[in-house]
């Protein structure tokens, strides 16, 4: 039996910059498949390619050459309204800097991509709940984020990222603010949602002892290109 087709399938992938007289080619013929369910770290000093990578199988950005398919479709391909929808549906994103809403709970925070999906108010309560419970934050559910630990603010962001159950969690230097004990509180249940839902992740970390610990495969990058491949 031939193995299933991967999730993301990028060839010859390039984004690149103009500054001023300069080009910059922040990826420079990238050429890497996902498959359902895999733990995939990215790896590289800072300047590498990595963020960008994310970024584009995010549907932050689009690239300037090659191509990226995500599900079966190029995302080039697709329009604003599509790329948005996307977005919304098939990934969630996970950032160093957590990006919570001050002003808003913990539980308004995870449940308000819910209200831009369109879930109705009662059900998108009742899933945030439940997602901050499974955080083991359901005592903190009503509390902004200043009223909240760094191992906190994150746990609420990934909560947020998992409310609208995408097939793919994008995690850009998860434990990147955060102390070496919380970041391996983090890391463990990035893992225990890889392998007890099945979620497919991709995280970027400057951290390549994370990364062997904890994801299945690891691409190094460097100047926009993979380097290296190591697996678990």
């Avoid at 990215?42 to 994310?54: A, D, N, R, V, Y």
């Avoid at 809403?101 to 309560?125: K, Q």
């Avoid at 097939?167 to 509180?185: C, Q, Y």
Wanted: no cysteine.
């Amino acid at each position: 039996m031939s193995a299933p087709p991967p999730i993301l399938d990028a060839r010859d992938l390039a984004r690149h910059y103009r500054m001023g007289e300069t080009t910059v080619r922040a990826l420079d013929g990238v050429s890497m498949k996902v498959a359902a369910g895999e733990f995939l770290a990215l790896i590289g000093t800072s300047g590498s390619g990595k963020s960008t990578l994310l970024n584009l199988i995010a549907g932050l950005d689009r690239p300037t050459g090659g191509t990226l398919t995500a599900f079966g479709q190029d995302l080039a391909r697709l329009s604003s309204r599509e790329m948005s929808l996307y977005r919304r549906q098939r990934v969630g994103i996970i950032f160093q800097s957590f990006n919570l809403i001050s002003t808003m709970t913990a539980a308004d925070n995870v449940a308000l991509s819910m209200m831009f999906a369109g879930v109705p108010r009662a059900d998108r309560e009742t899933r945030a709940r439940h997602l901050l419970d499974t955080m083991g934050l359901g005592p903190r559910a009503q509390h902004r984020p200043k009223e909240l630990s760094g191992g906190e603010q994150q746990r609420v962001a990934i909560a947020r990222a998992l409310s609208n159950a995408p097939a793919v969690l994008l995690a850009d230097e998860p434990t990147g603010n955060l102390d070496s004990r919380t970041s391996r509180d983090i890391l463990a249940r990035l893992k225990a949602i890889n392998e007890q839902d099945g979620k497919t992740i991709v995280m970027v970390t400057h951290d390549a002892a994370l990364a062997a610990q904890y994801a299945h495969r690891t691409l190094t990058m460097l100047d926009g290109a993979i380097i290296s491949e190591t697996r678990a």
